[in-house]
């Protein structure tokens, strides 16, 4: 078994595909969250799965939708996606779905950062800021923040670039109240997990979270948490402050990609099954290090 990458289920109607992520409708209040062991890189979605990686980031984001319940509450209904199914679809859901809460989308990208890197670290270079949040001055690359940051994007469609704005632009899109609402909210839900993280061995640089609101009002986090492909996992015994440290997540596939002289572009390049297979183990490590 190479991987799943797309999943065609008979039993329930499918409402939308993501770039990792398949929607099923269950009934009005629910529906069915398959992750497949699909890769996008560079905002390309990768014709190559990475075998099991729709397992681990379920059993991932599981670990965290129970560790952080007090923070906030998360789309989870406790349904078993085993019961929502016709026997024949079980082997496309067990150990990769979630039964789910339908909720209102909030439409922006919660990101948390905690450490300088990527985009954040290039948007420092040239303005000592990002996201309009000024920084102090001569911070070097990976270094840790003094406090962490709210750095909000927007949500943008398959195939598209979501795009870091400010919190006055967060504001304008989903109103003051709710912003700030979302902007504490994520930020203690990146301590709490940061400092968790900590104690086995994994430094959290920076995560994205997604929330939605229920038929209440009420903030709920949803789609995945604190994955490797939603976070920038570093591992704390080679963590050092002015370089870019090795991550638990797709940069093998990235760093191929990058050397294969793609022009990232649609359609990727096919990657080569050991590729894939090193990148699964990273997601894997950093599985077993978080739940022991």
């Known amino acids: 078994m190479t991987g799943l990458n797309t999943t065609n289920l008979t039993s329930l109607k499918k409402i939308y595909s993501g770039k990792v992520r398949d929607l099923y409708e269950i009934d009005e209040a629910r529906m069915l969250m398959i992750a497949t062991d699909r890769l996008s890189a560079f905002d390309v979605i990768l ?16 670990f965290w939708f129970e560790k952080l319940k007090d923070v906030v509450p998360n789309h989870l209904t406790g349904d078993q996606p085993e019961d929502v199914v ?8 067990q150990g990769r779905a979630v039964v789910a809460k339908r909720l209102k989308a909030v439409p922006i990208e919660a990101v948390v950062r905690g450490y300088l890197a990527g985009s954040g670290w290039k948007e420092y270079q040239q303005s000592g800021s990002i996201c ?9 690359e990976a270094d840790q923040l003094p406090e962490p940051i709210f750095t909000p994007s927007t949500k943008a ?41 900590a ?3 994994i430094i959290i640089c920076d995560t994205k979270f997604e929330f939605g609101l229920d038929e209440n009002g009420v903030l709920t986090l949803m789609d995945e948490a604190l994955t ?15 370089s870019n440290p090795p991550s638990f997540d797709k940069q093998f596939v990235r760093d191929w990609l990058e050397a294969s002289g793609w022009n990232k572009q649609a359609p990727a390049p096919a990657v080569p099954l050991d590729v ?13 290090r978080l739940t022991g």
């Open 132 to 140: 309009g949040v000024a920084l102090p001055a001569g911070l070097k």
């Open 157 to 197: 469609a398959v195939g598209d670039h979501d795009e870091n704005i400010s919190f006055a632009q967060c504001e304008a899109i989903v109103g003051a109240e709710l912003a700030a609402k979302v902007r504490d909210t994520a930020i203690l839900l990146y301590k709490t997990a940061a400092e968790y993280a």
């Open 86 to 93: 016709a026997a024949a679809d079980l082997p496309q859901v």
């Open 199 to 201: 104690t086995r061995g």
């Open 228 to 242: 490797p492909d939603s976070s920038r996992f570093w591992p704390a015994d080679s963590y050092q402050p002015g």
């Open 47 to 62: 014709d190559d799965p990475i075998p099991a990686k729709g397992q681990i980031l379920t059993a991932i984001s599981n």
């Open 276 to 288: 894939r297979e090193k990148t699964a183990a990273k997601y894997r490590e950093a599985l077993e």
